[in-house]
């Protein structure tokens, strides 16, 4: 199944831009490859990716071969990554998301549900909750 527009969990950017591709599942990586190579998938990222990847940076938990602020930058330099802000709809999304205690997740979701498209993911909770369209196997 391909995909033309999808929301990305952390853990499968961090898998693709960080160097564990091999974490990934087949389709996953191909979604990453068709934003990054083809421009035939766009992927957004949703604000609390980007600050759950942070706090992961500061606790020493994933590194980066370049400052976080230069990394993002580059990362929304591929124009089929779209950053996804976390705003008052979004929010009322969330609202309701009781599936999961991590706050990071359920904003993650509640941005896919706000958007209506599927999340890369292979998060457990999620995929034994569904609590929206995944995109993984």
């Known amino acids: 199944m391909n995909a033309e527009f999808l929301v990305t969990d952390t853990h499968p950017l961090i898998y693709y831009f960080c160097g564990n591709k091999a974490k990934l599942s087949t389709k ?15 992927i957004y990222v949703p604000t609390p990716v980007l600050w759950e990847l942070a706090m992961l940076i500061e606790s020493d938990s994933v590194k980066l071969t ?25 929010v009322k999304h969330f609202f309701g998301l009781t599936y999961h ?37």
């Open 66 to 90: 370049k400052p976080f602020a230069k990394w993002v930058d580059e990362l929304f330099m591929y124009p089929a990554f779209i950053p996804a802000p976390f705003e008052v709809d979004t």
């Open 28 to 42: 996953a990586s191909q979604a990453f490859d068709a934003a990054v190579d083809s421009k035939k998938t766009s």
């Open 101 to 137: 205690t991590d706050p990071f997740d359920r904003a993650i979701v509640a941005t896919a549900l706000q958007l209506e498209l599927p999340l890369i993911s292979n998060d457990g909770k999620m995929h034994e909750h569904h609590p929206c369209d995944l995109y993984w196997d």
